[in-house]
Antibody
Framework: QEQLQESGPGLVKPSQTLSLTCTVTGGPLRSIVYYWSWIRQRPGKGLEWIGY???????YYNPSLKSRVTMSIDTSKNQFSLEMTSVSAADTAVYYC??????????WGRGTLVTVSS | DIVLTQSPATLSLSPGDGATLSCRASQSVRTDLAWYQQKPGQPPRLLMF???KRAAGIPARFSGSGSGTDFTLTISSLEPEDFAVYYC??????????FGQGTRLEIK
């Protein structure tokens, strides 16, 4: 099974852009079956789906975040990425990447904590 | 939008006890529901999909049931490693993928 690993800055200043990359190993990103997803978990809170991207670059975003989120994919590097603009303290969270199969998410990366603070 | 309500918020039990966790959807999702287990400092781990199908490597003491709007995750005899937070999740239109707010299963 694939393994996913998030990477990116752990600290972002308010109003700036959060950028994260997920590297997939153990299997190709190019697949007609899977959607590559981002999910976040604010401190002490539940899980929030951010969006996902298909191998051809098609994207689907959570409507509540859509205006600030962009996802991209690089199948040659087996990576997909998340950008979130105009961040605030409310965006402080552990960000997970995960593979979506049908409608469930498995596997997940270990997660990376992003703190928004000046 | 589909809202998932999990109950109870916290469940205090002892190893060896049986546990019953509930998830209620605000509208029918047929059997398109998944369950996850999350331990501190770890990502969620898929337990069940299609409401009652165990994911690979999940012990048989975990079982799921339900359809429509009411779902249950049952752990037949709690092992020490089962104390964690459990989330349900479904697919909504648009698409959207809401999660429940979680049930914390703690040692009594």
């Amino acid at each position: 099974q694939e393994q996913l690993q998030e990477s990116g800055p752990g600290l972002v200043k308010p109003s700036q852009t959060l950028s994260l990359t997920c590297t997939v190993t153990g299997g190709p990103l190019r697949s007609i079956v899977y959607y590559w997803s981002w999910i976040r978990q604010r401190p002490g809170k539940g899980l929030e789906w951010i969006g996902y991207i298909y191998e051809n670059g098609d994207t689907y975003y959570n409507p509540s975040l859509k205006s600030r989120v962009t996802m991209s994919i690089d199948t040659s590097k087996n990576q997909f990425s998340l950008e979130m603009t105009s961040v605030s303290a409310a965006d402080t969270a552990v960000y997970y990447c995960a593979k979506r199969t049908t409608y469930w998410f498995d596997p997940w990366g270990r997660g990376t904590l992003v703190t928004v603070s000046s | 939008d589909i809202v998932l309500t999990q109950s109870p918020a916290t469940l205090s039990l002892s190893p060896g006890d049986g546990a019953t966790l509930s998830c209620r959807a605000s509208q029918s999702v047929r059997t398109d529901l998944a369950w996850y287990q999350q331990k501190p400092g770890q990502p969620p781990r898929l337990l069940m999909f299609h409401a009652s199908k165990r994911a690979a490597g999940i012990p048989a003491r975990f079982s799921g049931s339900g359809s429509g709007t009411d779902f249950t995750l049952t752990i037949s005899s709690l092992e020490p490693e089962d104390f964690a937070v459990y989330y349900c999740q479904v697919r909504d239109s648009l698409p959207m993928y809401p999660f429940g707010q979680g049930t914390r299963l703690e040692i009594k």
